[in-house]
Nanobody, 123 residues
Framework: VQLQASGGGLVQAGGSLRLSCAAS????????MGWFRQAPGREREFLAD????????DYADSVKNRFSISRDNAKNTVYLQMNSLKPEDTAVYYC?????????????????WGQGTLVTVSS
């Protein structure tokens, strides 16, 4: 499956952005999807995961109650709604796909990755 992330940009602190990740190739609906981010000099950080049905989600504590993951299997797209953004949310954001299985937050468990989209939050 090929993934294309979009929606990044420059936003002021307290603002919102919605990232999109469009999938093509093999059946999108059979994969669980996740969002990660990586700031300069830091490791890739798990943000959120959603099962292939969309019924179950998982969030990192750092973004819980501010970010929301969702998916539209008819459009082969997964979203990350980001609210109350902070300067420390500045990073390159990546979407990723994994074969359904036990819940995981490890980047190595995701087989496919998008190219990343830059989010910059100004203070």
């Amino acid at each position: 499956v090929q993934l294309q992330a979009s929606g990044g940009g420059l936003v002021q602190a307290g603002g919102s952005l919605r990232l999109s990740c469009a999938a093509s190739g093999r059946t999108f609906g059979s994969y669980a999807m996740g969002w990660f981010r990586q700031a300069p000099g830091r490791e890739r950080e798990f943000l959120a995961d959603i099962t292939w049905t969309g019924r179950n989600t998982d969030y990192a504590d750092s973004v819980k109650n501010r970010f929301s993951i969702s998916r539209d299997n008819a459009k082969n797209t997964v979203y990350l709604q980001m609210n109350s953004l902070k300067p420390e949310d500045t990073a390159v954001y990546y979407c990723a796909a994994r074969i359904p299985g036990f819940p995981t937050r490890k980047p190595s468990d995701y087989a496919y990755w998008g190219q990343g989209t830059l989010v910059t939050v100004s203070s």
